[in-house]
């Protein structure tokens, strides 16, 4: 059976109205597991369409589905949650990796090609190549494989200079004469530039800011996709891979408009690679008042509104379960309980409502940043769950820190602050935090998990 070339057009239109339907499905908690699956759906029509309107010989094909189809499915159910990011930096490799391949071997196919298609051939092995270096280098990092300090050394911006001139020069000869020995040549060292370039160009990113890197190049992903689409002239591919690399991009410029930090400072400053400890100074003075799982139960106890403000420190210690379980306490003795997100808190996007979803918190107790701070004033108590740079107070009042400008959830205007944390060393950003020593807040040390059970224990035995 084979689809005629207008009727996979007419498939390919509902394919294309399912992936946007889903991306805005994917937009919000509420409908984002749906929206993940509307959009599976629309990749596996187009995949079945595709191939039908191909008359090809399958079995090749069926084989490297169920062999790719079995290790994403043993990925998606054995990954950690924590390990996502390092789960996304591979599966995207695998793409910029088969858009490479996909134009390598259109080029072997038909080496005399059109102006047009020699460019768009070019820009998806080089945009291929680069994504899937730059996402093994990011897996490395986020993996431990690798060092995850930012590799910083003189003359980095000449050399990568000098990689992209390279790359562009090569590509224009590529272009030039394709079919000829010299073409095939410079198309080789097209590839081999663009390996190279992948792995310069993201070996200068401290660990910690490699989630943004990946959201790039995703985005870079998606591109070579659309190039490849216009190799094999499937519109399918074209519209997916530019919806990606239209996504990627709006997501990376959301995370450093969340972090108030430039893509160049992201890539070149060597931000957040040494951990931080209780050494960096910024002058912050004060007295620091501890609280003990008694103190916290008698607060909470008596409170009408409390914002939980998760961080990074809640995935480590994996705390979202007992902060769900001490929520059902609270709001059955009759408090307000919201769950309070910043946008950039933990590791990669939306680690929180991961972690809080994955506890079943409902949906409609998940405050975003902007909705919750104008009510700050109100809450009777917020109570800080491994949080730390997303509640810094420095970002809003000391024009002379890293972080001045960048959004907080301002829990310091809260009436009372309670902060989980296993001691006082600094955040991800390397810096002290005025909010510890504030007249309004209580540190509560320990892991946030123990912590918080001792909290639900305390509740459960009624005092
Ligand atoms: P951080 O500022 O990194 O602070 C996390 C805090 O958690 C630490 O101060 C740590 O203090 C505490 N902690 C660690 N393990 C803990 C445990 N088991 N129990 C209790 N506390 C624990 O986290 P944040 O406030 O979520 O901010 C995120 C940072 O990452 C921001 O600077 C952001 O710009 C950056 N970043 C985010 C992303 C995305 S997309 N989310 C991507 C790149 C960078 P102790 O060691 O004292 O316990």
């Given at each position: ?71 994403g499915t043993a990925g998606a159910y054995f990954v950690k949650m924590t390990a996502m990011p390092e789960m996304v930096a591979l599966f995207n490799g ?282 700050m004033e109100t809450m009777d108590v917020c109570v800080v769950i491994g949080a730390n740079d997303v509640v810094n107070p420095a970002a809003v009042n ?66």
């Open positions: 059976m084979t689809l005629s070339s207008l009727g996979i057009n007419y498939v390919y239109v509902v394919c294309a109205a399912l992936f946007v339907l889903g991306l805005k499905m994917l937009s919000s908690p509420a409908t984002a597991r749906r929206g993940n699956l509307v959009s599976a759906l629309g990749m596996l029509i187009a995949i079945v369409a595709t191939l039908l309107a191909q008359g090809l010989d399958y079995r090749w094909i069926m084989i490297g589905m169920l062999i790719g189809g079995l290790i695998s793409g910029g990796l088969a858009s490479l391949l996909l134009s390598w071997s259109e080029y072997h196919h038909s080496p005399a090609m059109a102006p047009f298609i020699a460019l768009v051939t070019a820009l998806s092995v080089f945009i291929g190549g680069v994504a899937f270096t730059g996402s093994m280098v990011a897996y490395g990092k986020l993996a431990g494989k690798i060092s995850q300090q930012a590799v910083v050394f003189k003359g980095q911006h000449l050399v990568n200079g000098a990689i992209v001139l390279t790359a562009a020069g090569a590509a224009a000869l590529f272009y030039l004469k394709p079919d000829s020995l010299f073409g095939y040549l410079f198309f080789v060292v097209m590839i081999l530039v663009a390996l190279v370039f992948g792995v310069t160009s993201t070996i200068p990113v401290g660990g910690a800011d490699i989630p943004v890197v990946i959201s790039l190049l995703n985005s870079y992903t998606g591109l070579a996709a659309c190039a490849a689409g216009f190799v094999v002239s499937n519109n399918i591919l074209i519209v997916a891979g530019a919806l990606v690399g239209a996504s990627g991009i709006i997501l990376t410029r959301l995370m450093c408009k969340a972090m108030n930090r430039s893509l160049f400072n992201i890539f070149f400053s060597g931000f957040g690679t040494t951990t931080a400890g209780a050494g960096s100074t910024s002058g912050v003075q004060g007295e620091i008042k501890a609280a003990s799982a008694e103190d916290v139960y008698y607060i909470l106890e008596a409170a009408d509104s409390v914002a939980f403000v998760p961080g990074y420190g809640m995935a480590v210690a994996q705390a979202q379960h007992v902060v769900k379980e001490l929520g059902d306490l609270l709001e059955a003795n009759g408090t307000e309980i919201v769950y309070a997100i910043h946008p950039v808190a933990g590791r990669m996007p939306g680690h929180m409502n991961v972690l809080l979803a994955e506890a079943n918190v409902p949906y409609d107790q998940l405050v975003e940043m902007e909705d919750i701070n104008p009510r000391d024009a002379k820190s890293p972080i001045y400008g960048m959004p907080i959830i301002e829990t310091y205007r809260a009436k009372t602050v309670i902060v989980l944390k296993r001691s006082m060393h600094a955040g991800f950003a390397g810096i002290e935090n005025a909010l510890f020593y504030g007249e309004n807040t209580r540190m509560y040390f320990g892991d946030a998990k123990t912590s918080l059970q001792a909290v639900v224990a305390e509740f459960k035995s009624g005092n």
